[in-house]
């Protein structure tokens, strides 16, 4: 028997959408075109906060909401927000200071904002050149940490990373969601704020089951939304461990994956 047809096509963005300069090719540009003209709709998720995929709307054409913060805030194309889901205010400091005990650089996003201790701290610079706008420098995050959508431990020693994911797990248990966004990137978010949780609200919202539903990821916090749809798919840039979870496996981001994945495994 043969599989449903896709109806839905939702994208992480780094790693996968765009190449690693950050750079939307013409062919993956071509190739949501040609999922619009099928009738299939196209959606994004990404750690990014909303701000930091605006650039991405008009070329794309972008009409579904916007998953920000892996899930934390869903905004519509004009940037006005549809939901958001913020970690509990009770939690906020302790995470702060489980991620800096594993040596790891913290950010705290609330709102548009994006608020870091130290200017000169791994990834700042090449993040603000991503997100196309600047962080705010504070000496202290107890004055903003009610009504955080996302904290994130940055290091590029990816132990560090990898533990301080494992050490926010095990202490706050489903009071949050935690997980690798990239190698350097430990986010936590609310305990609903994770790229499944994305799948769920998006085939609810228009009433399309998961198994018309196709995912493309490269990192293990995409993994979630592969478990919610019925045709899964790696950037050939993933793990191992990533490229098992999902059904299909592309080529990389640095070799057209995403319009290459469009064009074999959903319009073909």
Do not use: C
């Not at 998720?45 to 008009?58: A, F, N, Q, Y």
Request: net charge negative.
């Amino acid at each position: 028997m043969a599989p449903p047809p896709i109806r839905l096509l939702i994208a992480d963005v780094d790693g996968t959408l765009v190449t690693q300069d950050k750079v939307l090719t013409d062919r993956a540009i071509a190739a949501v075109a040609k999922l619009r003209q099928a009738g299939i709709l196209f959606a994004i998720t990404s750690g990014r906060p909303p701000r930091g995929m605006s650039m991405l709307i008009e070329p794309l054409q972008l009409s579904t909401p916007i998953a920000a913060f892996n899930g934390g805030v869903f905004v519509r194309p004009d940037m006005s927000v549809i939901e958001q889901r913020v970690i509990p205010d009770d939690v906020t400091p302790a995470v702060i200071e489980v991620l800096g005990t594993h040596g790891t650089d913290v950010w705290v996003y609330r709102g548009a904002d994006w608020f870091i201790r130290d200017p000169q701290g791994p990834h700042v610079a090449r993040e603000t050149w991503t997100v196309k706008f600047d962080p705010t420098v504070i000496e202290s995050f107890s004055s903003v940490s009610h009504g955080v959508a996302k904290i994130v431990g940055v290091s590029d020693d990816y132990d560090a990373v990898q533990k301080a994911v494992d050490a926010v797990r095990e202490r706050f248990g489903d009071h949050v969601s935690a997980a690798r966004s990239q190698p350097y990137y430990a986010d936590v978010t609310h305990p609903q704020a994770n790229k499944g949780a994305v799948a769920g609200y998006l085939s609810k919202t228009y009433e399309i089951p998961p198994e018309e539903i196709a995912t493309i990821g490269d990192q293990p916090n995409d993994v979630l939304m592969f478990a919610h749809s019925g045709l899964s798919i790696a950037m050939g840039n993933a793990s191992h461990e990533v490229q098992e979870a999902a059904r299909r496996v592309t080529t990389s981001n640095e070799d057209e994956g995403f319009a290459n994945a469009v064009e074999r495994f959903i319009l073909a």
